[in-house]
């Protein structure tokens, strides 16, 4: 009889166990449900309906663009790329080492000449002369800045005439720059300086100087990159006391595209349009770089991540890539038909707009059968979690093994 009560009661425990699972559907303060009044970010969030009764497939972009605002810079075919004039050339920025080269100012008897010679632009972003004073030099062309030396040496009775002036721009320093509005992590940054790493003997010895990575396009993807909601038809640079805008739509479809050198004190803005953007979640030079995604294995066929050849806390995966990609490579489905098939995953997302969480659960069987799964299957964003459940059967299998020491102990007890 004990024995009996021993184990009747270890396979009670074993149903009570496989009873703890997931805890039903998720609260969110954003739902899923695209008619409410707060919807969730991408309309993929949204539950999909039993297989039997779907009737619309590939609607997710055309819903997600539903809430869009029109582009502050028109409709998408009269992007340009072309930035204006004033941003389109070579300009200096406080740091930058620059050489200033007079006609006739040439070093006499071993002594330095008056004017010519290496000079660095101050923090003012002015840069000084002998006997000239200050000029204005941060956000301007070398060619501007020589053309107002050489007035200044002509007005001054040095020269007759203006001589000819050259400004060469030798040295790059780190720009410092502040970039906001919809990137994955807007704060200030510096951009470029010079490198840790070895440098070409003769680019050294050479005169002047060139980088990309000044750039507004480097600035953008040092930010975390633009987000799905970003407007890139008018993304604002402020410059001394200017406002410009400029369309970085051709980025995304590889079009020809004239990027701007930015200078310390710059501030880019990129503008929402208060929309999820199917389009803007690929690999292009103002996207995120990857994202880390932070998840947790199931428990059969893998015993841990590390065993996976997983990373222990995330996995870096592509730009764009889908929530079924992402159960994929993290290893949560395949394995032995019959126990593995039906696996949910539950992925933890935020709003970048809102900051608020939502939580969004999927079973991984119905997605792999279902003609519409693209409708329903999010994308992945930079800071997103994943969580995979096993299948039933693995959950009983997996507690009566453990149940199994204790139903032998009771065993042992009742015999004794």
Partial sequence: MTRTIGILGAGAMVLALVGCGPQGRPDNLETVDRAASHPAYQAQYRDP???????????????????????????????????????????????????????GDEPV??????????????????VRLPFLGDFSAEGRTPEALSTDIAQALSSGEFYNEPPRTTVILSGL????????????????????????????????QARGASTELRNLTAALRQAGGVRPDADLSAVELRRGGRIYRLDLRPVLD????????????????????????????????????????FLSNLVQPTQSNASAAIGREARQVPYGTRLTQGVVTTNCVGGVRAT???????????????????????????????????????????GDAMACYDSGVTTVADAARVLGIVGGAVLLAGAN
């Fill in 49 to 103: 309906p039993p297989r039997k009764t779907a009737s619309d497939f590939l609607v997710a972009p055309r819903m997600n663009a539903e809430t869009c605002r029109p582009p502050l810079g028109g409709a998408v075919g009269k992007a340009s790329g072309v930035p204006p004039v004033a941003l389109r050339n070579e300009v200096l920025s406080r740091g930058d080492l620059i050489e200033i080269h007079v006609e």
């Fill in 340 to 382: 593995n098939a039906n696996r949910a995953v539950a992925l933890f997302s935020r709003n970048p707009m809102t900051d608020v969480s939502i939580v969004v659960e999927r079973q991984i069987e119905d997605m792999r059968v279902r003609q519409d799964r693209d409708d329903y299957d999010p994308y992945l964003l930079p």
């Fill in 173 to 204: 320093d780190a720009a410092r720059v502040n970039v906001g509005g919809a990137v994955f992590e807007p704060r200030p940054l510096e951009l470029g300086g010079t490198g840790s790493g070895p440098i070409d003997e003769r680019r050294q």
């Fill in 254 to 293: 590889g079009r020809a595209f004239e990027d701007v050198m930015l200078v310390s004190g710059d501030e880019v803005n990129v503008p929402s349009r208060l929309c999820f953007q199917d389009n803007l979640m690929v690999p292009s030079p103002i996207s995120p770089p990857g994202i880390s995604l």
């Fill in 109 to 126: 008897l071993g002594e330095q000449a008056v004017f010519s010679g290496d000079y660095v632009i101050s923090r003012e972003g002015k």
